[in-house]
């Protein structure tokens, strides 16, 4: 066989055991590099102060609640929920969407009734966030053509990408910042601990990629 020359020797590198504990100390140290800072990417707060407050109307009472605060602490003078329609069973399908569920809910916690407004989305399969923006610009456009900044108030780490998607629908003309109220549901400096923490953050970080590089706005239609 050597003779005929169909065979020969070949040297094949490996890695060693200390070689995969190398290997293993750099994957924890990126690990943890990740669960320290995901979190916070994802859960950004950069508001603009301008004169007008968004609340996402899905948010559970305390984040309208903080929201509320906000409102009558930094000089907003109007303050506009968003949402789609509501599908529970719960007594909360008294309201037809989760705006007008928020603005309910706004009043009951003292806010002035005459500086809420209600926006509600239409009835839509996927990309709710987005089209509940641009329901809002049409409103404003309508309303508050004057208007050049707000703020968005969500929940943990929502905000990135529903500050990115409000700033694609809103456009260059009106400043979009936002405020991300903790989630409750765990810990968010220990966020991997906990289900609700992991399965939020495995959320986003897809929603974050599909925003990133496969949605088009100009295929959404919103009715």
């Not at 789609?84 to 069973?89: A, D, E, F, K, T």
Request: proline residues 6%; charged residues 25%; positive net charge.
């Amino acid at each position: 066989m050597k003779n005929l020359n169909l065979i020969k020797r070949k040297e094949v590198w490996v890695i060693t055991v200390k070689g995969w504990l190398v290997i293993g100390v750099i994957g924890m140290i990126i690990l943890g590099s990740f669960a320290q800072t995901v979190h916070p990417f994802f859960a950004v707060t950069d508001p603009k102060r301008g004169e007008i407050l968004v609340v996402e109307g899905w948010l559970p009472r305390y984040a309208i609640e903080k929201a509320v605060r906000e409102f009558k602490e930094n000089g907003y003078r109007l303050i506009i929920t968003t949402g789609g329609p509501i599908y529970s069973q719960l007594p909360c399908s008294d309201y037809e969407n989760y705006a007008e569920l928020a603005s309910a809910v706004l009043q009951d916690l003292q806010a002035d009734p005459g500086k809420i407004v209600s926006v509600p989305a239409p009835d839509v399969k996927k990309d709710r966030t987005y089209v509940s923006a641009l329901i809002l610009k049409r409103w404003l456009d309508k309303n508050r053509p004057e208007a050049k900044s707000l703020d968005l108030v969500t929940l943990g780490p929502h905000a990135r990408r529903s500050l990115i998607l409000h700033k694609i629908a809103l456009g260059s003309d009106v400043s979009v910042g936002v405020i991300s109220v903790p989630n409750r549901a765990y810990d968010p400096n220990q966020w991997w601990r906990y289900s609700q923490g992991v399965k939020t953050i495995i959320n986003e970080v897809i929603g974050y990629v599909y925003t990133k590089l496969i949605f088009r706005p100009e295929k959404v239609s919103p009715a």
